[in-house]
């Protein structure tokens, strides 16, 4: 079956320009989670969905930082006028369970994000 | 705020020889997942530990959860080629979902 698929794979962007990252995770998984990996670190998390509603959204950087996942399925984690600190590696992660804490995550391919 | 702290960053190993990668939490864990990153790549599950002192095996892979849920580690015995990557840990402090990653140790194997 499909994994956790993100789109775009690569985007460069302006500093100060509005950039959309997509995440279409794996068919019926409840949690969705968005984590920021900077180049030779771990991943650092950003926010979560049960479902359509986002339940943790502690780890943002700053208001510029913005995820929806209005029908529980398709999430999408928008970050307006971009900085060139926003350049890093933005991973979607989804899992089956409500206990997501509990249960493996299953991470995208990413979107590389540059911002010049 | 709740850290995950990983050691070694860098590890070179001759093909056979063994590894070993120490996770450590600021605090108590409710449970604790290890990925694997291959270069360019992104996390792949591998495990999760969730009892205090858990032991669990994959093969050539062990992994320990420590007595006071703030501990792990993994070890690979008889290092392969294909065990490059950044290895990672994950803990989980009962926050619904929300995983702290370690900084991930780099396996580096000379064939």
């Known amino acids: 079956g499909a994994g956790v698929s993100q789109s775009p794979r690569y985007k460069v962007a302006k500093r100060g320009q509005d950039v959309a990252l997509r995440c279409d995770p794996i068919?019926?998984?409840?949690?969705l989670f968005w984590y920021q990996q900077a180049l030779g670190q771990g991943p650092e998390f950003l926010t979560y969905?049960?479902?359509?509603?986002?339940?943790?959204k502690s780890g943002l950087p700053s208001d510029r930082f913005f995820a929806e996942r209005p029908e529980g399925s398709v999430s999408t984690l928008k970050i307006q006028r971009t900085q060139q600190e926003d350049s890093a590696v933005y991973l979607c992660?989804?899992?089956?369970?409500?206990?997501?804490?509990?249960?493996?995550?299953?991470f995208g391919p990413g979107t590389r994000l540059t911002v010049l | 705020g709740q850290q995950v702290m990983q050691i070694p960053q860098y590890q070179h190993v001759q093909e056979g020889e063994d590894f070993t990668t120490y996770c450590n939490s600021s605090?108590?864990?409710?449970?604790i997942q290890w990925y694997k990153q291959r270069p360019g790549g992104h996390p792949v599950f591998l495990i999760q530990?969730?009892?205090?002192?858990e032991v669990k095996k994959q093969k050539r892979l062990t992994f320990q959860f420590g007595e006071a849920k703030k501990n792990s580690s993994l070890h690979i015995t008889a290092t392969q080629t294909t065990d490059v990557g950044t290895y990672f840990c994950a803990g989980n402090h009962n926050q619904g979902g929300k995983l702290i990653f370690g900084q991930g140790t780099e396996l580096s194997v000379k064939p």
């Open positions: 068919s019926g998984h409840v949690s």
């Open positions: 969905f049960q479902n359509e509603a986002q339940l943790d």
């Open positions: 992660a989804s899992s089956l369970e409500r206990l997501a804490g509990e249960d493996t995550q299953y």
């Open positions: 605090t108590t864990l409710s449970n």
């Open positions: 530990l969730v009892k205090s002192g």
